[in-house]
């Protein structure tokens, strides 16, 4: 065992420490891994800053090394009891084990870290704070299934791919923890066809309705009567269940089941209406859609509210949550998406004066003419970012606003860095709290020209 004291805590959730060479004046016996190195980082999850902990190490590598946290010694004031009975065991959440305002301090500071690391950019003020409500938030919840005779529902553990059996999950909307209790009433009957491998669920703005994808094994063509069954005694149970898709594997890949017709009645519609910032979405199963139901509204506003003018471009769109209100403030939108799903739910959710464009980001951006004029440009990208590529094409397209809004602080500052190199500065940087209890930070940065 080894004695720590956490520095800080980064980006993933682990605290950061330092291996000791020392313990009372006298060099410490080699451990079994051999991890003498001088300074070497140790990376331990379930800690807080400023914490003496003792902790055995689990994984090394040649410039750091995993520890687990076998005992605090020395807890910090901001620790406290864990409201899900899963945690720590569960790989969905990282901070329970501290209260919400301390989470904020957290994130806020990791976001400051990366871009002052990444980008060598010093912040003039702290991120403006979006502060969620820190439970039951998701609107969308995926979790694995194993069917048949030895029912189990809930998510891997934490850095494993076994499965957790879980029954609740309190950053859930309570409809879908009411889904939760209903599929494990069928699971514990018998009534799961052993060819279900994953459901996720995803609740209205009023999580008053759901909508479910269900994901199959490469054998689905044999479940058929199964699957019919499955899905008829699951709707019957949750009434609020407005469809079910279902989706099969192909390889590696998940292959859409359209569901005939003549099933319609079983099964249900494979899309649902999602209400936000005075707009009505379509948003179909295998579309990207935010997750935190609190938050929607305010990001939606933070991006778009008060811009006006001639032309706007949304970049990465999903299915249009951007590009419906800033089609209320300009002339004319141009909004780009290469997801098949997401595309199609863009096409139907566009008002008359917005051009759709399925392609990639960077397709796009190539093949437009230098001289293309944007008064203000969105761009909402996955968690790889921007990358280099479209960071200095945006750049020469010059628009005198950018919005990015980013899930992952090093990325963003990544590109920040070819965007300020290109003439930009920030205006504003805004840390808005999607996802409570985890380490995903999502930031909206405003930049002009």
């Known amino acids: 065992m080894l004695n720590f004291t956490v520095e800080k805590l980064i980006y993933g959730g682990d605290g950061l420490a ?24 140790a990376f331990v999850p379930f800690v807080l800053d400023g914490e003496r902990i003792e902790a055995a190490v689990v994984e090394e590598k ?57 980008a060598k950019i010093e912040l003039p003020e ?67 066809p052993t060819h279900v491998e994953e459901i996720e669920l995803f609740a209205n703005d009023h999580d008053t309705q759901l909508l479910l994808e269900m ?41 859409h ?21 005075d707009a009505e979405y379509r948003v179909s199963v295998g579309s990207f859609f935010q997750t935190n139901r609190f938050l929607v509204n305010e990001m939606v506003d933070l991006v778009t509210g008060g811009y006006v ?52 980001t960077q397709e796009f951006l190539t093949g437009i003419e230098e001289i293309a004029r944007f008064d203000y440009v969105v761009a909402d990208p996955p968690r790889g970012g921007l990358g280099e590529n479209v960071a200095r094409r945006l750049a020469q397209l010059a628009p005198p606003q950018i919005t990015y809004v980013s899930c992952d602080p090093a990325t963003l500052a990544r590109d920040l860095k070819i965007l300020l190199d290109s003439g930009y500065k920030i205006r504003e940087i805004h840390l808005v709290d999607l996802f409570p209890q985890t380490f995903h930070i999502e930031s909206v940065a405003k930049l002009v020209r």
């Not at 004031?77 to 301390?102: A, L, V």
């Not at 889904?179 to 009534?191: E, K, M, N, P």
């Open 18 to 41: 330092r291996m000791p060479v020392q313990a009372n004046g006298k060099r410490l016996p080699k451990q079994p891994q051999d991890v003498q190195s001088r300074g070497k980082a």
């Open 62 to 118: 040649p410039g750091f090394v995993r520890a687990r946290a076998e005992k605090i010694l020395t807890p910090s004031p901001q620790r406290i009891k864990p409201q899900c009975p899963y945690f720590e065991r569960c790989g969905g959440c990282h901070y329970q084990h501290t209260g919400y305002e301390h989470q904020l301090e957290i994130k806020s500071a990791i976001l400051v870290e990366n871009i002052r690391r990444i």
């Open 126 to 192: 702290a991120p403006c704070l979006h502060r969620s409500e820190p439970w039951n938030y998701r609107n969308r919840t995926r979790m694995k299934v194993h069917g048949g005779s030895r029912f189990a529902l809930g998510y891997y553990r934490f850095a494993s791919h076994e499965l957790l059996r879980v029954e609740e999950c309190p950053i859930s909307s309570p409809l879908i923890n009411k889904a939760i209790a209903a599929l494990w009433q069928l699971g514990r009957d018998g009534s799961v």
């Open 215 to 255: 994901n199959l094994d490469n054998h689905a063509e044999q479940a058929g009567n199964d699957v019919v069954g499955f899905v008829s005694e699951l709707r019957r149970a949750v009434p609020a269940i407005a469809g079910v898709a279902l989706f099969r594997k192909e390889g590696d890949t998940l292959r």
């Open 257 to 277: 089941e359209v569901v005939p017709q003549t099933m319609r009645s079983t099964f249900g519609t494979d899309s649902m209406k999602y209400r936000a910032a």
């Open 309 to 360: 003018g001639d032309n706007a471009l949304d970049l990465y769109s999903g299915v249009g949550l951007f590009t419906v209100p800033l089609a209320k403030g300009f002339v004319e939108v141009s909004s780009v998406e290469a997801a098949p799903y997401s595309y199609h739910d863009l096409r139907k959710n566009a008002p008359s004066n917005v051009s759709t464009y399925r392609t990639m």
